[in-house]
């Protein structure tokens, strides 16, 4: 769904940063703002470092460099995509979604239907967890916890929980909160009986594990069976219901997307117990596809957060041909999937447990690419005879044409080419591919590019500091010390962008990303001089690394040992060193181009720029 400026704006003035991340961390008071220890796995800290703006609504830690704002945070600390991140921030404030303009009854009934079933699924888990705490300790659920040796941290972390073996306890509690059964049953809760009126309890004397939406909602159940009962499946699962579609979600995503963030990788498990037992383990960048296939809205789903990802299978036949089935949907995700199978078909947990964490952590910093493990399977028994060149070039293809970077696909097809003893030329017509262009030129969408530069012809920007819009946002790359410097200066306090507006240094700055981020700044700053507080906040999400939005530091002019001297200074420091920068790339710019083409008109040129570097130093 695509939401207006206005609703984005609407929704963030509702909310505020810091009680989103307080939930997190906590924060005290420090100036004028508030400090506290970095919620952030990959950082772990004595001392507080994490600095947050309730005025401005933007975070920064001093100790990794995290920035953002509460839509930046939501994504990297839960990982929600920013539709997610909204609609949450939106119920939040209890701000109704915005309906759309077609069939607005109808989509109304069923974002109320929606509604009400997250409803019955929050109580039905926080009905499962509290008969979980009620069993006594030598119940057949807590021996079977203490088994897996899951912890009381882990348990409540994941909402695990236990549904008794009454054919009516949840039938009950559900009713004795006015819910209709009717309703329950289309949560897949229960069931009507067949031979009698009344219903039944689907989830019977098994471990519970609540399935979340990236929102933090119970949307699903999974159920694990205590003891191995005849036609029940170890396993049982919710179907299908209007708020859970199994092949958009992925189990403890929710609770590990910001150890998937913090670690760069992805590792993808198959139930829920494999999860749970890792994270337990201290492996807590890990997703379970709770039995099923992966699909391509899981690959999507995992390219917001790392394109690396390494998939774990049994060593059976039915764990390759899951690989298999794999491999061309996380190569078309513009993914680099890696394999693991582990020996003697032991499951993650088992291992962990013979061999600690630590072996399973080697194991997967030594895991192969999948098309590696793949193609190695497909050539067992390879002599490579003509016929099956040919019939193995015919299974390449679908992969080949999967992978959207041309890079990648290239550099498989060479090892292909290899392996099968033929030549590159000859697998390229085989799988009907084409040579690639200089600089791999894409021009299918979504897929990785390189843009070759054309030649500046404007003196005032030397090559070597020009920039572009990198994946839709404003790169800093290559920017002078300098000019990152003016940023955070002059977003830091609105004198300090005054200052910076009334010098008409914006003509002075030469790197082009630092030049577009300070244009937006002064666009939205005279169109409403009250949103200044809220402009930090707002660039964030232009930004490829917005701790550079923050490079001035944290002490603000209302803070205790605040040198308003030193600032000014400091300041106008600052914007000597970015024109004295930028006159001197413009000079050499020019004795370049008057090497090439003698003019008296460059000499002048040159000799102005001279007397204006002086004139700079006199003052």
Same mark, same amino acid.
């Given at each position: 769904?695509?939401?207006?400026?206005?609703?984005?704006?609407?929704?963030?003035?509702?909310?505020?940063?810091?009680?989103?991340? =307080?939930?997190?961390?906590?924060?005290?008071? =420090?100036?004028? +703002?508030?400090?506290?220890?970095?919620?952030?796995?990959?950082?772990?800290?004595?001392?507080?470092?994490? *600095?947050? *703006?309730?005025?401005?609504?933007? $975070?920064?830690?001093? !100790?990794?460099?995290?920035? !953002?704002?509460?839509?930046?945070?939501?994504?990297?600390?839960?990982?929600?995509?920013?539709?997610?991140?909204?609609?949450?921030?939106?119920?939040?404030?209890?701000?109704?979604?915005?309906?759309?303009?077609?069939?607005?009854?109808?989509?109304?009934?069923?974002?109320?239907?929606?509604?009400?079933?997250?409803?019955?699924?929050?109580?039905?888990?926080? $009905?499962? *967890?509290?008969?979980?705490?009620?069993?006594?300790?030598?119940?057949?659920?807590?021996?079977?916890?203490?088994?897996?040796?899951?912890?009381?941290?882990?348990?409540?972390?994941?909402?695990? +929980?236990?549904?008794?073996?009454?054919?009516?306890?949840?039938? &009950?509690?559900?009713?004795?909160?006015?819910?209709?059964?009717?309703?329950?049953?289309?949560?897949?809760?229960?069931?009507?009986?067949?031979?009698?009126?009344?219903?039944?309890?689907?989830?019977?004397?098994?471990?519970?594990?609540?399935?979340?939406?990236?929102?933090?909602?119970?949307?699903?159940?999974? /159920?694990?069976?205590?003891?191995?009962?005849?036609?029940?499946?170890?396993?049982?699962?919710?179907?299908?219901?209007?708020?859970?579609?199994?092949?958009?979600?992925?189990?403890?995503?929710?609770?590990?997307?910001?150890?998937?963030?913090?670690?760069?990788?992805?590792?993808?498990?198959?139930?829920?117990?494999?999860?749970?037992?890792?994270?337990?383990?201290?492996?807590?960048?890990?997703?379970?596809?709770?039995?099923?296939?992966?699909?391509?809205?899981?690959?999507?789903?995992?390219?917001?957060?790392?394109?690396?990802?390494?998939?774990?299978?049994?060593?059976?036949?039915?764990?390759?041909?899951?690989?298999?089935?794999?491999?061309?949907?996380?190569?078309?995700?513009?993914?680099?999937?890696?394999?693991?199978?582990?020996?003697?078909?032991?499951?993650?947990?088992?291992?962990?447990?013979?061999?600690?964490?630590?072996?399973?952590?080697?194991?997967?910093?030594?895991?192969?690419?999948?098309?590696?493990?793949?193609?190695?399977?497909?050539?067992?028994?390879?002599?490579?005879?003509?016929?099956?060149?040919?019939?193995?070039?015919?299974?390449?293809?679908?992969?080949?044409?999967?992978?959207?970077?041309?890079?990648?696909?290239?550099?498989?097809?060479?090892?292909?080419?290899?392996?099968? *003893?033929?030549?590159?030329?000859?697998?390229?017509?085989?799988? /009907?591919?084409?040579?690639?262009?200089?600089?791999?030129? #894409?021009?299918?969408?979504?897929?990785?590019?390189?843009?070759?530069?054309?030649?500046?012809?404007?003196?005032?920007?030397?090559?070597?500091?020009?920039?572009?819009?990198?994946?839709?946002?404003?790169?800093?790359? /290559?920017? =002078?010390?300098?000019?990152?410097?003016?940023?955070?200066?002059?977003?830091?306090?609105?004198?300090?962008?005054? #200052?910076?507006?009334?010098?008409?240094?914006?003509?002075?700055?030469?790197?082009?990303?630092? &030049?577009?981020?300070?244009?937006?700044?002064?666009?939205? $700053?005279?169109?409403?001089?009250?949103?200044?507080?809220?402009?930090?906040?707002?660039?964030?999400?232009?930004?490829?690394?917005?701790?550079?939005?923050?490079?001035?530091?944290?002490?603000?002019?209302?803070?205790?040992?605040?040198?308003?001297?030193?600032?000014?200074?400091?300041?106008?420091?600052?914007?000597?060193?970015?024109?004295?920068?930028?006159?001197?790339?413009?000079?050499?710019?020019?004795?370049?181009?008057?090497?090439?083409?003698?003019?008296?008109?460059?000499?002048?040129?040159?000799?102005?720029?001279?007397?204006?570097?002086?004139?700079?130093?006199?003052?």
């Amino acid at each position: 769904m695509r939401f207006s400026q206005d609703f984005i704006e609407r929704v963030s003035e509702a909310n505020n940063l810091v009680d989103i991340i =307080s939930q997190y961390t906590q924060l005290k008071p =420090s100036g004028s +703002g508030l400090m506290g220890r970095c919620p952030f796995p990959d950082h772990v800290e004595k001392t507080a470092s994490f *600095s947050v *703006s309730e005025t401005k609504q933007v $975070y920064h830690c001093f !100790g990794c460099h995290k920035s !953002g704002n509460m839509f930046s945070f939501l994504r990297d600390y839960q990982g929600m995509s920013f539709p997610e991140a909204v609609e949450y921030l939106a119920n939040r404030a209890s701000i109704p979604m915005p309906a759309p303009e077609k069939n607005e009854a109808a989509q109304d009934q069923v974002a109320e239907k929606k509604k009400l079933l997250l409803k019955v699924n929050k109580l039905a888990a926080h $009905y499962f *967890s509290e008969q979980l705490h009620r069993v006594p300790h030598d119940h057949p659920v807590k021996k079977y916890i203490a088994s897996r040796g899951l912890s009381k941290e882990v348990i409540e972390t994941f909402g695990i +929980g236990y549904a008794v073996a009454e054919w009516d306890g949840l039938e &009950k509690y559900l009713a004795s909160h006015n819910i209709s059964m009717a309703l329950a049953e289309e949560a897949r809760l229960v069931k009507a009986r067949t031979n009698k009126s009344g219903y039944f309890d689907i989830f019977r004397d098994r471990l519970m594990f609540p399935i979340f939406s990236a929102m933090g909602e119970p949307i699903a159940f999974g /159920g694990r069976y205590l003891e191995k009962k005849e036609n029940e499946p170890k396993y049982l699962n919710s179907p299908e219901t209007p708020v859970f579609i199994k092949g958009k979600v992925l189990y403890g995503l929710s609770q590990t997307a910001r150890y998937i963030r913090s670690d760069d990788m992805a590792l993808i498990v198959e139930g829920y117990m494999d999860l749970v037992s890792l994270y337990q383990a201290g492996i807590r960048n890990v997703v379970a596809t709770m039995g099923t296939a992966l699909t391509p809205d899981h690959g999507k789903m995992l390219k917001r957060m790392t394109k690396n990802v390494v998939a774990m299978f049994d060593g059976d036949s039915a764990g390759m041909e899951a690989a298999e089935r794999s491999l061309p949907i996380l190569l078309a995700a513009d993914l680099y999937p890696k394999g693991l199978t582990l020996p003697n078909s032991m499951d993650p947990d088992d291992y962990v447990k013979k061999y600690g964490a630590e072996a399973l952590k080697a194991e997967l910093d030594r895991a192969p690419d999948l098309f590696v493990m793949i193609l190695a399977r497909w050539m067992e028994g390879y002599r490579g005879e003509a016929s099956e060149k040919v019939k193995l070039a015919d299974k390449l293809k679908p992969l080949f044409e999967a992978i959207p970077d041309l890079r990648l696909r290239d550099l498989y097809l060479a090892e292909a080419a290899q392996k099968m *003893s033929v030549t590159l030329p000859w697998l390229r017509q085989a799988v /009907g591919i084409q040579g690639s262009a200089p600089g791999y030129t #894409q021009n299918r969408p979504g897929m990785t590019r390189t843009v070759q530069p054309s030649p500046s012809t404007n003196p005032a920007v030397p090559e070597a500091v020009s920039s572009s819009v990198e994946g839709g946002k404003i790169s800093l790359k /290559g920017a =002078s010390k300098a000019e990152l410097l003016l940023l955070g200066l002059v977003l830091k306090s609105r004198a300090n962008f005054d #200052q910076f507006v009334n010098e008409k240094l914006l003509e002075s700055v030469a790197h082009d990303g630092v &030049k577009k981020i300070l244009e937006k700044a002064t666009d939205v $700053y005279r169109q409403d001089l009250n949103k200044f507080d809220k402009l930090t906040s707002l660039l964030v999400s232009y930004v490829d690394q917005p701790e550079y939005l923050f490079q001035a530091g944290p002490q603000a002019e209302t803070e205790p040992g605040f040198d308003e001297e030193a600032e000014v200074k400091l300041l106008r420091d600052c914007f000597k060193r970015v024109r004295e920068n930028f006159l001197r790339e413009q000079a050499k710019q020019l004795a370049r181009d008057l090497k090439n083409e003698p003019s008296s008109e460059k000499l002048e040129q040159i000799m102005n720029i001279q007397r204006n570097r002086i004139s700079l130093n006199k003052g």
